[in-house]
């Protein structure tokens, strides 16, 4: 089976790791939990490392390993506090019986307990011990107490175990614990959607980035457009319930969560498969990318040799993307961008009619604040004629912001009753 190793790369697992032979479980843990594209850091307790040395975690997982409460290489010391701000899960397995007691009365006497106490990420543990130290009843009464303060206990199971026992007290196989870790997460993901989900159903294609247009084997013509404004409207429609197709040209960004992505570089390519998109299925088509407007008429075989003061090259346009696609006859909902360094709203209206779009959204790119390479934006928003509504402002704000409101602009515009045109 094969995962797409994007879909979790932003959320982050601590896995504690606490005394016990069942700690060599822990190390495929990791394993597992990497093939679904975690982020993991491991915690050991000194009792772990009695069993399994960080040196195996820290080559499983990619990151050091954590075992100090006042760690000197950490921000002020204070590893724990970063790593409780870090977490968006504590997952302690093996979690062991007297870890199981620490955490139930608020001891914070070594990095893991006082990492329990400082974290608001949920807390699992997968308890792993004796079976008469499991049916315990001072156990029993500290596992009431966990699941009282809201931490989830995953029952251990029932087997041989290594003192030679029969009974419950087996942590359960890393590869169940990883499922089940993929599972909440998936299910969390999709419960927002569901909640805020303004584009629910929907299929939505995006361009972003710039594009490259050849001189010769090591050169070409490009502009300064980063694609973080693209990238972050991307994540915004996959939050808001839609399945989302990404056409990137060559930027340093990683893929959004869940997003699909697919790599160009020139104009012509970026125009292929954004064509590809509506064989496909697209309801809503958002034009971020920065496309170069002029390509060169023939691109030198071998690298240009310098020679004199001038060189001459000979350029023609480029096809113009957003208008082809607003075009076709089974056109999606379209939304283009305007980024001017003057008349920015003048130029945008004019683009909304022109390129016959449903929704134009303009910046000024010539502000340093909110320029191509800035992570703050400002727009403002028009809507084609037969919508009725009116422009809207976006205030100076994160473009993870300025997406949310653009993917709230859609909604909208989506569900207003047009007048025939």
């Not at 982050?12 to 479980?25: D, E, M, Q």
């Not at 009843?137 to 809201?150: F, H, I, P, W």
């Not at 409101?405 to 909604?411: K, M, N, S």
């Amino acid at each position: 089976m094969s995962f797409d190793l994007s879909v979790f790369s932003n959320k982050n697992i601590i896995l504690a790791v606490t005394g016990g032979i069942a700690a060599y479980k822990s190390a495929i843990l990791v394993r597992r939990l990497k093939d679904y594209g975690f982020n993991v850091r491991v915690v050991m307790t000194q009792g772990a490392q009695a069993f399994i040395t960080p040196l195996t975690f820290q080559a499983l997982s990619g990151n050091p390993v954590h075992t100090e409460l006042l760690d000197t290489e950490a921000e002020a010391g204070m590893g724990h506090i970063e790593l409780a701000r870090w977490a968006d899960l504590v997952l302690v397995a093996p979690a062991s019986c007297d870890s199981i007691a620490k955490f139930a009365c608020g001891l914070a006497d070594d990095l893991l307990s006082t990492l329990y106490l400082a974290t608001k990420a949920p807390v699992w543990i997968a308890p792993a011990m004796n079976q008469q130290m499991w049916a315990a009843k001072a156990t029993q009464r500290n596992l009431s107490t966990l699941v009282e303060d809201g931490v989830h206990v995953i029952m251990p199971e029932a087997g041989s175990q290594a003192c030679g026992d029969v009974g419950l007290g087996r942590m359960p196989e890393p590869e169940d614990l990883a499922e089940q870790v993929r599972e909440y997460f998936h299910k969390a993901q999709r419960a927002i959607a569901e909640k805020f989900g303004l584009l629910a159903g929907k299929k939505v294609t995006i361009t972003a980035g710039p594009t490259r247009e050849a001189i010769d084997p090591v050169r070409y013509i490009s502009n300064h457009s980063t694609g973080k404004m693209g990238f972050a409207i991307a994540a915004a429609c996959y939050s808001a319930g839609a399945e989302v197709t990404l056409i990137a040209g060559p930027v340093s960004l990683d893929t959004p969560n869940g997003v699909k992505r697919l790599n160009v570089s020139s104009a012509r390519q970026m125009l292929h498969l954004s064509m590809n998109q509506l064989e496909t299925g697209c309801d809503v088509f958002i034009a971020t990318a920065a496309v170069a407007d002029y390509r060169v008429a023939e691109v030198a075989e071998h690298k240009i040799k310098k020679a004199g003061d001038e060189l001459a090259v000979s350029l023609v346009k480029n096809p113009d993307i957003v208008a082809t696609i607003a075009l076709q006859d089974k056109r999606p909902f379209m939304v283009g961008f305007a980024a001017e360094t003057r008349n920015v709203e003048e130029y945008a209206a004019g683009k909304l009619v022109a390129k016959k779009l449903d929704m134009i959204a303009c910046n000024d790119v010539s502000r340093a604040d909110i320029g191509f390479a800035s992570d703050e934006n400002a727009m403002t928003v028009f809507f084609a004629e037969q919508y009725e509504m009116e422009k809207r402002d976006l205030e100076k704000a994160s473009k993870q912001e300025i997406a949310q409101q653009l993917v709230e602009a859609i909604h909208d515009a989506l569900h207003q009753e047009k007048r025939p045109v």
